[in-house]
């Protein structure tokens, strides 16, 4: 069974706490293993876009089986496989740091995408978000 939308929206809830803590303003997407959006938020005064890159983030880590986007982000200028899948989902996929799969045991039931507090940050929000599932 892949991600409940209540395990999706605790992920989000704690990155929306996280990134306010930070003072970001960012938006958060949870899809499943399959790349659907589950859950999406968008910070007060974030920018239009931002959970459009969310989401794409998200989508890259899903549709490449759990490979976090900061990896997929260093191939995308030359890998052709990427670009077709890109051009095939309407250029809608993000290969950006801010994406990790969340697990459950040794399967992946989802991913969470963040984007808006530049790369480091994005990543670090999404992790953390990630971990509290185990709390």
Same mark, same amino acid.
């Given at each position: 069974?892949?991600?409940?939308?209540?395990?999706?929206?605790?992920?989000?809830?704690?990155?929306?706490?996280?990134?306010?803590?930070?003072?970001?303003?960012?938006?958060?997407?949870?899809?499943?293993? @399959?790349?659907?959006?589950?859950? %999406?938020?968008?910070?007060?005064? @974030?920018?239009?876009?931002?959970?459009?890159?969310?989401? !794409?983030?998200?989508? @890259?880590?899903? %549709?490449?089986?759990?490979?976090?986007?900061?990896?997929?982000?260093?191939?995308?200028?030359?890998?052709?496989?990427?670009?077709?899948?890109?051009?095939?989902?309407?250029?809608?996929?993000?290969?950006?740091?801010?994406?990790?799969?969340?697990?459950?045991?040794?399967?992946?039931?989802?991913?969470? !995408?963040?984007?808006?507090?530049?790369?480091?940050?994005?990543?670090?929000?999404?992790?953390? @978000?990630?971990?509290? %599932?185990?709390?």
């Amino acid at each position: 069974m892949g991600i409940t939308l209540d395990e999706a929206q605790k992920v989000v809830a704690v990155a929306v706490e996280l990134s306010r803590s930070k003072g970001v303003r960012t938006a958060i997407a949870v899809v499943d293993n @399959a790349g659907s959006l589950i859950a %999406l938020a968008r910070l007060d005064e @974030a920018r239009s876009y931002y959970p459009d890159i969310a989401r !794409g983030k998200a989508m @890259a880590t899903a %549709l490449w089986d759990g490979t976090p986007s900061r990896q997929l982000a260093g191939q995308s200028g030359s890998n052709s496989v990427q670009q077709a899948v890109n051009h095939m989902y309407g250029g809608r996929i993000v290969f950006a740091p801010g994406a990790v799969p969340i697990m459950r045991g040794d399967e992946m039931i989802g991913v969470i !995408g963040v984007g808006g507090s530049g790369p480091e940050s994005d990543e670090a929000i999404a992790k953390e @978000a990630v971990d509290s %599932l185990d709390n």
